[in-house]
């Protein structure tokens, strides 16, 4: 007897609001059993507001798989306010059981869901929610759900419209650069700016050859996908046409061995435009070694033993740039050096005679060769860069004064 009246009189003691009369059963919902197996209840007046307006459609300017949600925050959403966050729930039936599908932040009123599949109908609904938490424990939590939305498919498309801005600047430039070209191959004169560095070619192998010396043309130590190595490549045949008229002796160390194969057909195909292709030799261009510093001091033992008049250095160059310019300095040839590597411009300004900085060493080709591609090609981006340039000053202008339209033109997408 004792034993029995002890069994009905533990859920008592264990849970003194169960022993109330007339107390509301528990809404399991709002209920979370803790690891103690003790029952936490929200308190009252806890229950967020729905959010409102709940608008679903396919996120646009995608490749598909993918629904956009926006909503109208609730009005619980404040500072100090009653919502945490919001739960975004998913169903493919309006009647059937919605699954979480991502959840964001208070102050937040938009979602993206990127794990749809195209041509399947989905219905939405989105859930503001409280809670309380302790020691990383969910202790109660509430939610309040929007109506259900829907349905709406994910489709991908074929233009991003966001970009239609880069459309609009390629066409441009593309433009530009085919007007040119046609102006070009009419034979109408383009005007390009005279390159120090590239106007002294003449001189340097002019010295060479009044002091019987050697020319040496170091073209980088990069390989022939580097479009700086392509570049110095295109000035080695000029270099070499000159060489060849003047009968002097060019030659060519190289750390690649592709590089060193087209730099073979460049100085054989110069010679023979200059009218003298037996006046070539197989050993003028020649493979030194993969090894960067290996390759530096090759090429300052060939300067201090064969002391050359005029050294060129055409192409991406990186910390051995130093070493090999000063020594070439050290001997007293004229230096004429060109790359894109801005780390490495320095070095050469300072130790060579004439430097191509940056483009000058890309216009090269079309400054050296005045070929109606390549001249129109240069012509048309320098009108692209100019354009660039009147757009930026109006901008500053126009931000400046408090217009901020224009700035969105220029809007570009990861």
């Known amino acids: 007897m004792t034993a029995k009246l002890?069994?009905?009189?533990?859920?008592?003691?264990?849970?003194?609001?169960?022993?109330v009369g007339g107390q509301e059963p528990v809404d399991d919902s709002s209920v979370v059993i803790s690891d103690s197996l003790l029952v936490s209840q929200p308190p009252p007046d806890v229950t967020p507001v729905m959010p409102t307006n709940v608008v679903v459609r396919d996120n646009p300017n995608d490749a598909?798989?993918?629904?956009?949600?926006?909503?109208?925050?609730?009005?619980d959403d404040h500072e100090?306010?009653?919502?945490?966050?919001?739960?975004?729930?998913?169903s493919n039936d309006r009647r059937g059981e919605f699954t979480e599908v991502g959840d964001v932040v208070a102050g937040k009123n938009d979602f993206i869901d990127n794990s749809t599949t195209d041509g399947r109908d989905y219905y939405y609904q989105v859930a503001a929610f409280n809670a309380q938490r302790e020691a990383g424990e969910t202790l109660w939590q509430v939610r309040s759900e929007s109506d259900v939305v829907g349905p709406v498919r994910s489709s991908g498309q074929w233009f991003d419209m966001r970009r239609f801005n880069v459309l609009i600047g390629t066409i441009f430039v593309c433009t530009a650069?085919?007007?040119?070209?046609?102006?070009?191959?009419?034979?109408?004169?383009?005007?390009?700016?005279?390159i120090a560095g590239l106007e002294s070619v003449d001189e340097a192998v002019g010295r060479a050859t009044e002091m019987g010396r050697k020319i040496v043309f170091v073209p980088g130590i990069n390989d022939m996908d580097n479009v700086q190595t392509i570049a110095g490549i295109t000035i080695l045949g000029r270099v070499a046409q000159i060489a060849a008229q003047y009968d002097t002796w060019i030659e060519v160390p190289c750390t690649r061995s592709l590089v060193m194969i087209t730099a073979k057909e460049v100085v054989k195909e110069a010679y023979a435009k200059a009218g003298r292709p037996d006046a070539y030799h197989e050993d003028q261009v020649r493979y030194i070694t993969d090894d960067q510093f290996g390759y530096a001091a090759a090429i300052d033992g060939l300067f201090i033993r064969e002391k050359p008049a005029a050294v060129f250095y055409m192409g991406a160059f990186f910390a051995e740039s130093l070493i090999m310019a000063e020594t070439?300095?050290?001997?007293g040839a004229i230096q004429i050096a060109g790359t894109g590597m801005p780390s490495q411009l320095p070095f050469f300004i300072a130790a060579c005679d004439f430097t191509l900085i940056g483009e000058e060493l890309f216009a090269a080709s079309a400054y050296l060769s005045r070929e109606p591609r390549l001249l129109g090609s240069l012509k048309g981006q320098d009108i692209a860069k100019a354009a660039i340039l009147v757009f930026l000053i109006a901008g500053i202008v126009l931000e400046t004064t408090g217009v901020y339209q224009l700035s969105g033109?220029?809007?570009?997408?990861d």
Do not use: H
């Open 6 to 19: 002890a069994f009905y009189l533990i859920p008592f003691f264990l849970f003194p609001a169960m022993a």
């Open 64 to 75: 598909g798989g993918s629904i956009e949600i926006s909503w109208d925050l609730s009005v």
């Open 80 to 90: 100090g306010g009653k919502v945490d966050g919001y739960y975004i729930m998913r």
């Open 177 to 194: 650069i085919i007007g040119m070209i046609y102006r070009a191959r009419r034979g109408k004169e383009l005007y390009i700016r005279k």
């Open 328 to 331: 070439g300095n050290s001997i």
């Open 409 to 413: 033109w220029f809007t570009v997408l």
